[in-house]
């Protein structure tokens, strides 16, 4: 289950209150490079490699802290979410830069995070209540985890890369490290999801890359009688 993560760095909260300043006050795109510069000074914190791929993700999970501090639950509670998605999540999104670096470890693991336009959608037709505990075997950088806190509602997230879970603590998870692949079998007994929220359901296994597995099947084994 969920705890809020003690070990914040403040070097990452200042980077994701930059560029929500940005975003979402200013209202003014960041180019590649001035996020870059924003993302410098934790640019080599985890180990000891750099890794331009990453101050994309910085750039998601601030964009999801924003959205779990400001606008989760009217966006899951309006009766018109396309015209929402048009006036509110797309202006924000355009506001980050385009992902132009990739890195060969998210290509080899297949790391490409959910739009978060879909991953609303997703999580509206989902139709979460306050009673559903949720799973999200593959958390990322939290792009459809965020949406449950529109909902107020129990949450486990799992994310296997480093990289990526330690940014999930930075924004108010407490993911595990599990693979994917195999959560079920790791999951303690009192974690009984009702609902699994994932995406994408094919992925290349990290320590086999020519294997495909459906982890789908995997995460959804483990759903209380009500999923």
Same mark, same amino acid.
Request: aromatic content about 8%; proline content about 7%; charged content about 20%.
């Given at each position: 289950?969920? !705890?809020?993560?003690?070990?914040?760095?403040?070097?990452?909260?200042?980077?994701?209150?930059?560029?929500?300043?940005?975003?979402? =006050?200013?209202?003014?795109?960041?180019?590649?490079?001035?996020? /870059?510069?924003?993302?410098r000074?934790? @640019?080599?914190?985890?180990?000891?490699?750099?890794?331009?791929?990453? %101050?994309?993700?910085?750039?998601? +999970? %601030?964009?999801?802290?924003?959205?779990?501090?400001?606008?989760?639950? =009217?966006?899951?509670?309006?009766?018109?979410?396309i015209?929402?998605?048009?006036?509110?999540?797309?202006? *924000?999104?355009?506001?980050?830069?385009?992902?132009?670096?990739?890195?060969?470890?998210?290509?080899?693991?297949?790391?490409?995070?959910?739009?978060?336009?879909?991953?609303?959608?997703? +999580?509206?037709?989902? =139709? /979460?209540?306050? =009673?559903?505990?949720?799973?999200?075997?593959s %958390?990322?950088? $939290?792009? *459809?985890?965020?949406?449950?806190?529109?909902?107020?509602?129990?949450?486990? !997230?799992?994310?296997?890369?480093?990289?990526?879970?330690?940014l999930?603590?930075?924004?108010?998870?407490?993911?595990? %490290?599990?693979n @994917?692949?195999f959560?079920?079998?790791? /999951?303690?007994?009192?974690?009984?999801?009702?609902?699994?929220?994932?995406?994408?359901?094919?992925? /290349?296994?990290?320590? @086999?890359?020519?294997?495909?597995?459906?982890?789908s099947?995997? @995460? !959804?084994?483990?759903?209380?009688?009500? $999923?």
């Amino acid at each position: 289950m969920e !705890t809020k993560n003690q070990n914040i760095n403040p070097d990452y909260q200042f980077c994701f209150e930059t560029i929500i300043d940005r975003i979402d =006050n200013e209202k003014k795109p960041l180019t590649n490079r001035e996020l /870059l510069d924003i993302c410098r000074p934790v @640019a080599d914190i985890l180990n000891g490699e750099s890794n331009p791929h990453h %101050a994309h993700e910085i750039g998601e +999970a %601030a964009l999801n802290l924003l959205i779990r501090r400001k606008h989760a639950k =009217n966006l899951l509670t309006t009766e018109n979410p396309i015209e929402l998605v048009r006036s509110l999540l797309k202006p *924000l999104i355009s506001c980050l830069p385009t992902q132009t670096w990739r890195s060969q470890k998210q290509i080899g693991w297949q790391q490409f995070s959910t739009p978060p336009t879909i991953a609303f959608l997703l +999580a509206y037709l989902l =139709n /979460l209540s306050k =009673n559903d505990f949720v799973l999200e075997p593959s %958390a990322g950088t $939290g792009n *459809l985890a965020v949406w449950t806190s529109g909902y107020d509602i129990k949450i486990h !997230t799992n994310e296997i890369d480093s990289r990526r879970r330690f940014l999930l603590g930075q924004i108010g998870f407490a993911p595990t %490290a599990f693979n @994917a692949e195999f959560i079920n079998d790791f /999951l303690s007994p009192e974690i009984s999801p009702t609902s699994v929220l994932m995406n994408p359901p094919f992925r /290349l296994m990290a320590d @086999a890359p020519k294997i495909i597995r459906v982890n789908s099947v995997f @995460a !959804t084994s483990n759903l209380h009688s009500k $999923g």
